[in-house]
């Protein structure tokens, strides 16, 4: 089993920046990738970004997220700028083996270990 927890979550102006973090621990030969989806109050949870062989972003935050994943640490991280009041969501960190197909990961394919969530507000 693989256990994340994220950190890093808050309020920020729109155009500000904020960190968010997702400490990953247990069994990592068992992770290939890891990333963030986002949910709002009564929508479906999206795809934000996910590392592995390959990175991948949803078009909504490409330019203005980033991605990165330390694999001696066993942590990554999501850098957000430029944040708009759309952005607003809980943010979870996600970890697991991964997917090859063609936008698999916006289904989460593969990503079998999920933290319990990071709220970001982002005020107008």
């Known amino acids: 089993q693989v256990q994340v927890v994220e950190s890093g979550g808050g309020t920020v102006l729109a155009g500000g920046s904020l960190r968010l973090s997702c400490a990953a621990s247990?069994?990592?030969?068992?992770?290939?990738?890891m990333g963030w989806y986002r949910q709002v109050s009564g929508k479906q949870r999206e795809l934000v970004a996910v590392?592995?062989?390959?990175?991948v972003y949803a078009d909504a935050v490409k330019g203005r997220f980033t991605v990165s994943w330390d694999t001696i640490k066993n942590a990554v991280y999501l850098q957000m700028n430029s944040l708009k009041p759309e952005d607003t969501a809980v943010y979870y960190c996600?970890?697991?083996?991964?997917?090859?197909?063609?936008?698999?990961?916006?289904?989460?394919?593969?990503?079998?270990?999920w933290g319990k969530g990071a709220l970001v507000t982002v005020s107008s």
């Open positions: 996600a970890a697991g083996r991964g997917c090859t197909g063609h936008g698999c990961y916006n289904q989460a394919y593969g990503m079998e270990y």
């Open positions: 590392a592995s062989s390959l990175t």
């Open positions: 247990g069994n990592m030969f068992l992770v290939n990738a």
